[in-house]
């Protein structure tokens, strides 16, 4: 653990020391996981790292060097690379493509070759969506389209449980299950991309009655 | 962003919507998707001899998509099967100008119409050992 260069106290984050309270200089290409002294994993405490959120920017608020324009600088650009972290960390899906790309494995565009099978399943959806979206609120299209959701929320969860079994223990740069996390993620966005839509017919819906 | 006149003119008049039956022996499938942007596209062959006499397609996706899937289709009409097969993406892009945002919605055709060949071809020589 490094240490702060002001007072010597023992870092918890790069971004800034509790101790003497300093923002301190911090390469833009540290690892979210390293901004937030953790360990890169895809489980983590949510609640843990919404405290650490908390805890580091109140010691690197901007605010607290409105008279010193340098650190009050550097405390703007560390308060966004903070930020920037916990967007990348918080939500399970982003956290899982950000500890792709680390590790090195393939981009969502790099694996195109989704199992047949799902296609055809993704385009049953998309016809089902489709004939919803152009007909009215209560009509037998709409009630088919609201059938879909628990099984593409089953089927959601599943592939989570899949991507989290894939990356816990993190795999090895360059393994196989690196592809194979990305084309569960991959299904996981078609999956997502269906389920938005059923709730924004499922707003309609309740905003026709 | 601005679509081309061609795109609009795909994307309001799709040529060669709809299916063909995909368990018929003379009609190949291939359905492709792009992860980054959720699109998703069938294509669909039937052939006879080696000819492609009908095409068609459904894609959910955007304009570009819909476009380039369905020139796809009024290309590969009536071209024996080798000849479609080397329809490459970047005739789509020219075609319709499609900008560099779009080019991998030609480049999800182009799969489409290999996906649908293979299939076909699969199809065929497993009819033959039969």
Redesign the interface.
Known sequence: MASCPHCGAELETPLGCGACLSPLEVETSVDPFALFGLTPSFSIDGEELRTRHLKYSRWIHPDYFAADPELRALAEINTGLLNGALESLEEPLRRADHLLKVRGGPS??E??D?P?AF??E??EW??VL?EARAAEAGTPPREAAFKLKPSLDEERTARIQTITGLLEPLPESGSEALTTARREL?AV??LD?ALRELESLRLAEAEAR | MAYSDKVVDHYNNPRNVGSLDKDSENVGTG??????C?D?M?LQIEVEGDTIVDAKF?T?GCGSAIASSSLATEWIKGKKVDEALEITNTEIVEELSLPPVKI?CSVLAE?AIKSAIADYKQKSSDGDEA
């Open positions: 969502e565009s694996v195109k989704m047949q296609l055809m993704v385009l998309s016809e489709d991959n966005r078609y991309r | 359905v492709v998707g792009a992860p980054e959720g998703v069938k459904k959910f991998h799969d």
